[in-house]
């Protein structure tokens, strides 16, 4: 990661930003989603979530293989977007000349973050697609250093930081009950958005997955774990700036957590060595909270709805009001490969 000679101020950090991404900033909200639609064979009126999982990906007891990684992510990606090739999945999500985001969750510290062999395969992908401007991104420098990922504020390229580097916008983005400052990294830097989270029980909302991860995307998420965060994280994820930028979902389910979540706790940890990807992030979450749900009924624990933790806020955020995906198992194709 490149760091430039004497760090520049925020006004000249954005300002090149904006630069690197001129080309495609005038993009169509319309053609930028168009870019993320997968190929007409596909079954029309589906949310696809494809589940991709190598019980042979681990290195050692927490490590994990790169190259398996990689080839993991491939599967997943050409079985979402129904492509022979590995590189083309990701020309149908971005397009050279934008600067896109990858949306990393490191709440929970290396145990049950989003990890860096993930992260480091989708950037040689997305570099392979023709991609010269990457920001890894999440809440805060801390959590991202304690995940091990390496900060890099400044200079080009591949760049690492939290949202303290260039603040929150002035005037809120509101939606349904929601109101809140939005990051300057998603509003003002980044084209295109990857979400990133990780497969993980959540102690208030049940499941934090897809949804839940855009409350590292804004100043005030401490406002809304009421009532099981319902409506809030589909009010929050339905936010104008959010919604427009956030193309393409992976949920790393590497290591994955079925209950004392958020935080990390091993002794609820399982190898379920797998990812998850999908366009829409309602049927992620569905298909993610079914996932966690079994888990817990196999270890002989209570299900999330007799806990009052039960996550229906994943069915609000499919209502006519948000329109953010489907959790109509009728309507989710659901492809293990």
């Known amino acids: 990661m490149l760091k430039q000679p004497s760090p520049p101020t925020r006004r000249s950090f954005l300002k090149q930003t904006f630069m690197l991404g001129s080309t495609f900033a005038t993009l169509k909200t319309s053609d930028a989603r168009a870019l993320a639609l997968p190929s007409a064979s596909l079954e029309a009126g589906l949310s696809h979530v494809v589940i991709a999982r190598d019980a042979k990906i681990r290195s050692a007891e927490t ?24 590189l083309e999945p990701w020309k149908r999500v971005v397009r050279p000349g934008e600067v896109v985001g990858l949306k990393v969750n490191c709440l929970g510290g290396r145990g049950n973050a989003t990890r860096p062999e993930l992260v480091e395969a989708i950037t040689e992908r997305l570099r392979q697609a023709g991609i010269t401007e990457i920001v890894i991104w999440d809440r805060q420098n801390s959590d991202l250093e304690r995940a091990h990922f390496k900060l890099a504020e400044h200079g080009s390229g591949l760049r690492c930081f939290g949202n303290e580097a260039l603040g929150f916008e002035d005037d809120l983005s509101t939606f349904g009950k929601a109101g809140s400052l939005v990051c300057r990294t998603l509003t003002q830097v980044c084209d295109a958005v990857i979400n990133l989270p990780v497969l993980k029980d ?10 839940k991860s855009m409350f590292g995307a804004i100043h005030n998420p401490n406002k809304y774990h009421t009532d099981a965060c319902n409506p809030y994280v589909a009010d929050v994820f339905a936010m104008a700036p959010i919604r427009q930028k956030v193309r393409l979902h992976i949920c790393d389910g590497l290591n994955a957590q079925y209950e004392g979540g958020p935080s990390f706790m091993p002794q609820w940890m399982w190898p379920y060595s797998g990812l998850l990807v999908s366009r829409d992030p309602v049927a992620l979450d569905y298909v993610g909270w079914k996932i966690i749900e079994k888990k817990r009924a196999e270890v002989g624990m209570k299900p999330f709805h007799e806990l009052k933790r039960e996550p229906l806020y994943i069915a609000t955020a499919a209502d006519a009001e948000h329109r953010l995906g489907t959790c109509d198992p009728r309507r989710i194709k659901q492809v293990e490969v």
């Open 63 to 86: 490590g994990f293989d790169s190259a398996l990684v990689a080839r993991l992510l491939d599967r997943a990606m050409q079985a979402a977007f129904d492509c022979d090739s590995p």
């Open 202 to 211: 959540h102690g208030i909302a049940g499941v934090t997955l897809a949804l």
